[in-house]
C-alpha cells in the first residue's frame, strides 16, 4: 500500500501529471462542492515538483 497525497489545485495537478507523477484518482470534495481533489502516490520526487511549483499569479 502507497502512501497518497492529496492535491486541492486543478492547476497543480495538471502541472504534476505533466512532469510524470501518475494521478491515482480524482475525488469530489465535501467541503467545496463542485471542486475535485487529485490523488497522487507521495513520493520523495513528488514533493520536490511540489516545491519547484510556481503558480502563474506570483510575483
Not at 9 to 33: E, F, T, V
Amino acid at each position: 500500500m502507497t502512501n497518497e497525497k492529496a492535491i486541492h489545485s486543478q492547476r497543480m495537478a495538471g502541472w504534476l501529471i505533466y512532469n510524470g507523477h501518475k494521478l491515482i484518482k480524482i475525488c469530489d470534495n465535501k467541503r467545496q462542492p463542485g471542486f475535485n481533489i487529485f490523488i497522487f502516490a507521495d513520493t520523495h520526487s513528488l514533493r520536490t515538483d511540489m516545491e519547484q511549483y510556481q503558480p502563474r499569479n506570483t510575483v
